[in-house]
């Protein structure tokens, strides 16, 4: 069965950075994309960016850009979110999902979740 | 950007009820609308995508419609499990983005 398992929760001081993973199985690894989608405490889903698999091509959020950059590694079916210049406001649940057709419109299956606290 | 809007932004309802929740594009995004639930510390779930497509594993009680810029999702027969947060998606153009969520409670 697919399964999305993400890397564990993590404690940040402002300005660092944060680098999640999220280890794919159950399904060909390259034939969909991932999305990463975060969520602040206590409020809705933001959409992060998405990142082709297949040959890496990325769409990021725009209020992110210059701070995001999505990877995977097809050898160890992982992909990657890091955020640089980290803010409190960027404190939230960060989720990977997979694509439910192959261009990133829709999420059949999440990730379990990785908080990220960013505090002084 | 489009702008997705959902209403109610909380309902409150009682097991057995028909529940409606809409969601509005701020531009038309045919049929590339998905549905979510998501429960508290708990990743969002698929439910519907393709605007009315179910998803598989999701029981018949829910059903979504619509097309352009108004969709509808509607749980015919709330059961004690559906109390939760939904959220619809448009899958039509980059960046995506979800509405801002409505709770069954």
């Known amino acids: 069965q697919v399964q999305l398992v993400q890397s564990g929760a993590e404690m940040k001081k402002p300005g660092a950075s944060v680098k999640v993973s999220c280890k794919a199985s159950g399904y060909t690894f390259s034939t969909y994309g991932i999305s990463w989608v975060r969520q602040a405490p206590g409020q809705g889903l933001e959409w992060m960016g998405w990142?082709?698999?297949?040959?890496?091509?990325?769409n990021y959020a725009q209020k992110l850009q210059g701070r995001l950059t999505m990877t995977t590694d097809t050898s160890t079916r992982t992909a990657y979110m890091e955020l640089r210049s980290l803010r409190s406001d960027d404190t939230a649940v960060y989720y990977c999902?997979?694509?439910?057709?192959?261009?990133?419109?829709?999420?059949?299956?999440w990730g379990q979740g990785t908080l990220v606290t960013v505090s002084s | 950007d489009i702008q997705m809007t959902q209403s109610p932004s909380s309902v409150s309802a009682s097991v057995g009820d028909r529940v409606t929740i809409t969601c509005r594009a701020s531009?038309?995004?045919?049929?590339?609308l998905a549905w979510y639930q998501q429960k508290p510390g708990k990743a969002p779930k698929l439910l519907i995508y393709?605007?009315?497509s179910l998803q598989s594993g999701v029981p018949s009680r829910f059903s979504g419609s619509g097309s352009g810029t108004d969709f509808t999702l509607t749980i015919s027969s709330l059961q004690t499990e559906d109390f939760a947060t939904y959220y619809c998606?448009?899958?039509?153009?980059?960046?995506?983005?979800f509405g801002q969520g409505t709770k069954v409670e």
């Open positions: 990142i082709n698999v297949y040959n890496g091509n990325t």
């Open positions: 999902a997979k694509d439910y057709y192959g261009s990133g419109s829709y999420y059949s299956h």
């Open positions: 998606q448009q899958g039509d153009s980059f960046p995506r983005t």
């Open positions: 531009q038309g995004i045919s049929n590339w």
């Open positions: 393709a605007a009315s």
